[in-house]
């Protein structure tokens, strides 16, 4: 299956949770570093809109990576969608610092990849499922994470 295919998989089973939970999502052509903004419209008027920003990092397999060019987005939500091609994928919302933070826990900003190349990707094991676990995505969470990210710049589960 071809790179554009398993990225169009990923940005429509995401845009599919995001409208489940009344999120209103918004394309964003000619940018490498935003895919979508993700917008939360109140119904009163005078309550404050959020939106957020969002990469989508689509695998077909379990593989979790950030580029150091997203560092400078404010209130970026880097989205790695998993097994795109099951029926179930699985969706991870971390902004980043957060993704950052798990890099260097294992050492892997001290890598040329990350200092030279400005960026980091790898195959997901069982200890990034496991750490990953706490910003997994389900529709009920996402109104949730967007507000944390724009009030707070973390996502709800740090």
Known sequence: MFD???TDLGRKHLT???LKAGVEVLPISNNSEIDIVARLSRN??????F????KIRPSKDARFGVQRIYEETKNLLIVH???VLSNDPEVFALTYSEAVALLDKRGHT?????KVLG???LAANSWWT???SRYRMHPESWRETIESVCLTGKSKSA
């Open 4 to 6: 554009k295919q398993i």
């Open 16 to 18: 599919s949770q995001l």
């Open 44 to 49: 009163n008027p005078h309550e404050v809109s």
């Open 51 to 54: 939106a957020c920003p969002i």
């Open 81 to 83: 969608v998993w097994d």
């Open 110 to 114: 001290m890598t040329r990849s990350w």
């Open 119 to 121: 960026g980091y990707s």
């Open 130 to 132: 496991e750490q990953l």
